[in-house]
């Protein structure tokens, strides 16, 4: 292994000099004769220089180099440089001395670093141009390698010697002054000379003033300044309408950065008249950072925003051990992480922020807001109940939570046929110290939900309201609270826009308007993952952000370690008949809009069969032989069923299933059953199960078929890898081999690179295929 990375390394490099040109020709003596060679000239030993150029050069005309077809040795030797073997069959006597001018040649034509970087070109600005100069060449060498320097900026050519006589000096007009700053410095300097005074960057400033006004509304004021000068947004105008990467400012060439300098000039011709509340002071404070730190911005503030400002420039919302706040009433101890979570929360509350809790699945997002809660309450919350939205298939676990940590709450669930409606509601919330529903009902009892005035206001899953286009996200939007709390374990699902949406409901403002950020963030991020922009927009979010993940030193240890493994399944000849004939069927349709989704659906069922629930059997004898349990989920409620039903008859024993058809009651009686029994397998529709649950009885997770969705996958797994869970989690993924489900698999593994920013990817991208794309990742090996 170390071999073929050395071999890889060796290639590399070579590639590398080849395309630097850095190479020449040459004449050595070998076992069978004098060759032909091509090395570096930096590296003569990498033996993949002569085979790469060889091949680039080489042609059927110049394979043979006998003495009767090249009169000299000369010629013999031009042609061997093409030939496949480089033999140059000559008289040796005649070889020798020939590769001895070869070599005083080669030496000859190579400038020296040394030498190179003694000519070192400075620039200095003048109005409308320039004056590059150099030091005097004193010998041949140096005269040499400045010949070849005016190869690189033709305008060399015109050095002559300075009126000191101890430099050389060419003048340059504006275009050659902005060609030796945009192309000729760094030419120059790849090549190995020197290069000074070069490049200058604009710095522009905006100096904003924000001052407390009226109603908590903050007003601002601005001031541009361009390398120390101030100036009006009109002058600025006038240098980016010259469309010019470089233009001459205040005595020097700069380099001025267009994208940031247009939104900074929008800043500074906003209309003055316009009020702004604290989160939009803050981005407006943002914008105006190069790197989108609040610490680098010049603002001069009064007393309210002031406090807001010091505070997050502070890194105040970095909060240590040991400052937990009181929670009178809950009934539990938090971690230390978990502690601090609720400080956080506290603070960011404290300077009117709702806060996005976005720890990792199973870590305690639960808790920690059942916490802050009832440190609200006991800090002043006028007897205002809080408000809870979850996914209906969540209700029931905050139902749950609530009364086995905080015991003390009068808690009232909003849901089902039955509920209380309107003035009934309304008297029912009065009553109550948290109210949970579910987003469905919200949409629906909109009228009366949104007139409360609630204490704080909690979205679980809040991914629910990525999209901000949905009737879900403008309700939520509508709430009335003194707090926003935001849970979710991916906080960015698809886009960077997903983000937006949900600080927008915590924040408004606080990111801008949308057009802006897809523009400033979305955009780019999507086209480039590793751009400065992400970067940029994980510092803006920083404050108000909170996400812990179980690799976190300070929580590894808490939880259990977990180890995927793929398990690679055999089409059985049914399968392989019946998968065959629906690419046959694809390939006939006229491939109308809708048919890709349905082919890869007819597929993904057609290896949901024999050869996955024979390696499951398998699999799950050694699980319960070892007296583990393990969870299988299945994409598909009617795959999922039919598991369930060959496990019972392969094992003779009912096996639990959950899926979305059950009722609140029988969901919790298959969780009972599963928890009740011995070693066990519970079977789960992905969908059904993949959140809300905690399941650390199992240590074993088998993803039957695959989402192609890593965030979706992962929160299936985390229902067993959580907190509580002391053992190592084995997460077996399914996969039939020679498949569309393998193609994938290979695909998803180069993007998940992405993950690591801010965006995941769900099975939507293969829609984007091709006809073509599509039947190739779905043929059959």
Excluded at 144 to 152: F, K, S
Aim: aromatic letters at 8%; a neutral charge; proline letters at 4%.
């Amino acid at each position: 292994m170390n071999q073929t990375k050395e071999m890889a390394r060796t290639k590399s490099e070579a590639l590398s000099a080849v395309a630097q040109g850095l190479f020449a020709p040459c004449l050595v003596k070998e076992d069978d004769g004098w060759h032909a060679r091509w090395r570096g000239t930096e590296d003569a030993e990498n033996p993949w220089i002569d085979s790469i150029v060889r091949e680039a050069v080489a042609t059927p005309l110049s394979e043979h180099a006998e003495r009767d077809l090249h009169p000299t040795v000369h010629d013999a030797w031009l042609a061997a440089l093409k030939s496949r073997t480089g033999l140059v069959n000559r008289d040796s006597g005649e070889c020798a001395a020939f590769a001895k001018v070869l070599e005083r040649w080669i030496e000859e034509g190579v400038d020296s670093p040394e030498t190179k970087r003694s000519l070192e070109f400075s620039f200095k600005p003048t109005k409308g141009g320039g004056i590059v100069s150099c030091p005097v060449p004193r010998g041949e060498k140096p005269l040499r390698a400045l010949g070849r320097a005016t190869a690189i900026f033709a305008p060399l050519r015109r050095l002559e010697l300075s009126k000191d006589a101890k430099s050389l000096e060419a003048k340059l007009s504006g275009g050659e002054a902005e060609d030796f700053l945009r192309y000729a410095a760094a030419g120059l300097a790849k090549a190995g000379y020197g290069v000074s005074g070069a490049t200058e960057n604009a710095t522009l400033d905006v100096e904003v003033s924000l001052f407390d006004a009226p109603h908590g509304k903050v007003r601002v004021e601005t001031r541009l300044v361009l390398d120390g000068v101030k100036i009006s947004p009109g002058e600025l105008r006038v240098l980016l309408e010259q469309k010019k990467e470089y233009v001459f400012f205040n005595g020097h060439w700069v380099k001025l950065d267009r994208a940031a300098l247009l939104e900074k000039l929008a800043i500074a011709e906003r209309p003055k008249e316009k009020r702004l509340n604290a989160a939009e002071a803050i981005f407006l404070a943002q914008c105006c950072s190069s790197d989108g730190t609040l610490g680098a911005v010049r603002t001069k503030a009064g007393d309210a925003i002031g406090k807001i400002l010091s505070a997050l420039r502070s890194g105040a919302a970095r909060i240590g051990p040991g400052t937990t706040p009181a929670a009178p009433g809950l009934a539990g101890t938090l971690r230390d992480y978990q502690g601090r979570a609720v400080s956080w929360m506290a603070l960011l509350a404290g300077l009117g922020f709702g806060a996005l809790l976005a720890d990792d699945m199973g870590l305690g997002k639960t808790i920690e807001t059942i916490a802050w809660i009832l440190h609200s309450r006991a800090s002043g919350g006028d007897g205002k109940p809080s408000l809870v939205v979850a996914p209906i298939t969540l209700i029931a676990n905050w139902r749950r939570e609530l009364a086995r940590f905080a015991p003390g709450l009068e808690v009232f669930v909003h849901h089902g046929p039955d509920r209380a409606l309107e003035r009934g509601f309304l008297a029912c919330a009065a009553r109550s110290d948290v109210v949970i529903t579910g987003y469905s009902t919200l949409v629906k009892d909109a009228a009366f939900i949104t007139s409360v005035d609630w204490q704080t206001v909690a979205i679980d899953e809040a991914q629910a309201v990525k999209n901000p286009d949905t009737i879900v996200a403008h309700t939520v939007k509508n709430l009335k609270a003194e707090t926003r709390i935001a849970l979710t374990g991916t906080p960015v699902e698809n886009s960077v826009t997903d983000i937006w949406s949900i600080e927008e409901f915590l924040n408004p403002g606080l990111l801008g308007p949308r057009k802006h950020f897809e523009e400033r963030f979305a955009k780019p991020i999507s086209e480039n993952p590793a751009c400065a922009a992400l970067a940029r927009l994980k510092r803006t979010l920083e404050p108000f952000v909170l996400r812990r993940l179980k690799t976190d030193p300070a929580i590894a240890a808490e939880i259990g370690d977990k180890r995927v493994i793929k398990e690679y399944c055999r089409l059985s000849e049914s399968q392989r008949e019946e998968y065959e004939t629906a690419l046959i069927d694809y390939s006939r349709g006229e491939k109308r809009r809708g048919d890709a989704f349905a082919l890869l659906t007819r597929l993904k069922l057609v290896c949901d069969g024999e050869g996955k629930l024979e390696r499951l059997f398998d699999l799950l004898e050694s699980i319960f032989a070892a007296g583990e349990s393990a969870l299988v989920f299945t994409q598909y409620a009617k795959v999922g069923a039919a598991v369930a039903a060959a496990l019972g008859k392969r094992f003779g024993r009912r096996f639990p299933f959950l899926h979305g058809a059950l009722s609140a009651k029988e969901r919790e009686r298959e969780i009972a059953s599963f928890e009740a029994q011995g070693p066990c397998a519970f079977v789960l529709s992905l969908r059904a199960g993949a959140f809300g649950l905690n399941l650390v009885k199992a240590t074993h997770v088998i993803h039957f078929d695959r989402w192609w969705n890593p965030a979706v996958e992962n929160q299936a797994t985390d229902r067993a890898h959580r907190i509580g869970q002391t053992r190592t989690v084995f997460v077996h993924a399914f996969i039939t081999e020679g498949t569309l489900e393998e193609k994938v698999d290979d695909l998803l593994e180069k993007k998940t690179r992405l993950s690591g920013g801010v965006v995941e990817n769900g099975e939507s991208f293969l829609l984007k295929m091709s006809s073509g794309e599509i039947e190739a990742i779905a043929s059959l090996d």
